[in-house]
C-alpha cells in the first residue's frame, strides 16, 4: 500500500487466496489501485509469466520486494525433507527466480532498487529449522547481488523484520498464549511501546527502495529490537 500511495504501479501476488482478497478489499477501502496476480514464486514458468505481464503493463520494473515466504516449524529431528524443500523452495528459490527475471529489465534500464526480506528468525533460533535457514541465506544473497550488478545502476539490500502484527503469518495464531505473550514480551521491550504493525516495514522497504537510499546497497536495516 506504500508504494500505490505514492503513486507507484504496484504489482501484488500470492498463491493464498484470503490474502489476495484481503490486498483488494484494503486497497479498494483506501481508493488505491494495484494489480493483484496469483503466483506461485517457486515455480518458473508461474515468475516469468507475471514479469511479462507487469512489463505488458508498465513497460519497465523500478522495485523489486522479494517478500514470499512460508513459515515451517519444527526442530531438526522433526522437520521432514518435504517441508525443508518447501521452505527454500518458496523463501530462497522464489527470490532467486523473481530477480532472475526483473534483472535483465533493470539492467537494460541501468537503474533498480531491490529489496529483500529477511526476517529475525534468520540469525538462528529454537523450533523453525528450516525457516531460520532459508531466511538466514537471504543475506548473502543480497549482498552478492549488490556487488555483482552495483555497476549497472542496480541496489540491491534487506530488510529485517522483527516482531510484526498483524500479518498473514501471525493471524493463525494470533489469540494462543504463545503468541499473546510473545507480543506482549516484545511491546515492553521497544521505545515505541509496540510491535512493529506491517506499516513499519512497509515504510523502511520504501526508504531503501527510493533515491533517498541512492548510495545504499549491500546493506541490511532491521526493524527490529536487539538484545
Known sequence: MKFAENGFSVTAFGIDDGQREGTRAVLA?????????????????????????????????????NNAAVMMRGTLLETTKEQWDRAFAVN????????????????????GAIVNVASGSGYGGPGRLAYCCSKGAVFPFTVALAQEYGSHGIRANTVVPGNVFPTGMTERDAGSPERLAKLSRAASASPAGRVNSPRDVANAIFFLASDEAETISGSTLEVMIRS
Not at 516469468?48 to 520486494?65: A, F, M, W
Open 92 to 111: 530462497i528459490s522464489g527470490m532467486f527466480l523473481l530477480t532472475r527475471e526483473v534483472l535483465p529489465h533493470m539492467i537494460a534500464q541501468r537503474r
Open 29 to 65: 477501502e483506501q481508493g488505491l489501485e494495484a494489480q493483484v496476480l496469483t503466483t506461485d514464486v517457486s515455480n518458473e514458468d508461474d515468475v516469468r509469466r507475471l514479469v511479462d505481464c507487469v512489463i505488458e503493463r508498465d513497460e519497465h520494473i523500478d522495485v523489486l520486494v
